[in-house]
């Protein structure tokens, strides 16, 4: 199976200050079609994740364009320009390219 | 709206059977790949079955094949994940999750506890 590597565990960080969290598989993600199915869900304390960017770098509906995502292969990242305070909650990884697909174990953004 | 909406949560004890059922809304239920998604208190996230729009693939992760059958009913807009024999650490909520690869929408879960 696909190892997926989230750091850091958790990131404190200030009101206003830009956050990055990095992603990285132990295979190649891109799939046989060309896409590279790498997404980025949130899931805030209580509630059920949601995603918020798909395929590397595609941000969904509604999602922020302070949220941005990046990389290739097998090293991707989650950029936030500017943390809110609505952004706290467990960050996740997943790729869907290969079977089975797998989430990496999380990230957890506080505001310090 | 795209809603997914999860029941059949509860506490059985070990070796015992729970049936989940997800109701689904706002789009073309037949025509995608639906799957589900467990977290154990306090952990990460852990992709456990899907199945295509037709019902004639499915697939399992390893922890629970032979224990586990997702099935669906497109008449009905309607998921399921009949789950047997099941232990302590199957204890988790329990997402119904849309797609096969995007996962772009999710339930709110139902909590699925398994102890005597």
């Known amino acids: 199976d696909v190892v997926m590597t989230q750091s850091p565990l958790a990131l404190p960080v200030t009101l206003g200050q830009p956050a990055s969290i990095s992603c990285r598989s132990s295979?190649?993600?891109?799939?046989?079609?060309?896409?590279?199915?790498l997404n980025w869900f949130r899931q805030r304390p209580g509630q059920s994740p949601r995603r918020l960017i798909y395929k590397v770098s595609n941000r969904d509906s509604g999602v922020p364009d302070r949220f941005s995502g990046s990389g290739s292969g097998t090293d991707f990242t989650l950029k936030i320009s500017r943390v809110e305070a609505e952004d706290v909650g467990v960050y996740y990884c997943m790729q869907g390219t290969h079977w089975p697909p797998g989430f990496g174990g999380g990230t957890k953004v506080e505001i310090k | 709206e795209v809603q997914l909406v999860e029941s059949g949560g509860g506490l059985v004890q070990p070796g015992g059977s729970l049936r989940l059922s997800c109701a689904a809304s706002?789009?073309?239920?037949?025509?995608?790949?639906m799957s589900w998604v467990r977290q154990a208190p306090g952990k990460g996230l852990e992709w456990v079955a899907n199945?295509?729009?037709?019902?004639?693939?499915?697939n399992y992760v390893d922890s629970v094949k032979g224990r586990f059958t997702i099935s669906r009913d497109n008449a009905k807009n309607s998921l399921c994940l009949q789950m047997n024999s099941l232990r302590a650490e199957d204890t988790a909520v329990y997402y119904c999750v849309r797609g096969k690869m995007g996962f772009d929408y999710w339930g709110q879960g139902t909590l699925v506890t398994v102890s005597s």
């Open positions: 199945i295509k729009q037709d019902g004639t693939e499915k």
């Open positions: 295979q190649s993600l891109v799939h046989s079609d060309g896409n590279t199915y």
């Open positions: 706002g789009f073309t239920f037949s025509s995608l790949w």
